[in-house]
């Protein structure tokens, strides 16, 4: 079960944009949708992993194993090609 779903937020959300934009899901993004990282939340989950005391796999891990919705781009690829306005 997915973590919007237990307090209902995923209904209210898919309820609130299904008017405007038809059928709307959180997860429903197309590999092909073209869809990258909000610039500012992904700049404060990458300067979250690198705070001190985190591990340095636990920070690479984040990098190389997030995924855009492309599902082949990790973060650390994005961010050295297209991802310089994020840092």
Same mark, same amino acid.
């Given at each position: 079960e997915e973590v919007l779903d237990r307090r209902g937020h995923r209904a209210k959300y898919e309820a609130a944009l299904s008017? /405007?934009?038809?059928?709307?899901t959180?997860?429903?993004?197309?590999?092909?949708?073209?869809?990258?990282?909000?610039?500012?939340?992904?700049? /404060?989950?990458?300067?979250?992993?690198q705070k001190p005391g985190v591990p340095?796999?636990?920070?690479?891990?984040?990098?190389?194993?997030?995924?855009?919705?492309d599902r082949r781009t990790t973060l650390r690829q994005y961010l050295q090609a297209d991802g310089g306005h994020v840092m």
């Open positions: 008017p /405007h934009f038809g059928s709307v959180v997860w429903g993004w197309g590999a092909d949708s073209g869809l990258r990282p909000c610039p500012v939340y992904c700049r /404060h989950c990458v300067l979250a992993s340095k796999e636990a920070a690479d891990s984040f990098l190389d194993e997030t995924l855009l919705a």
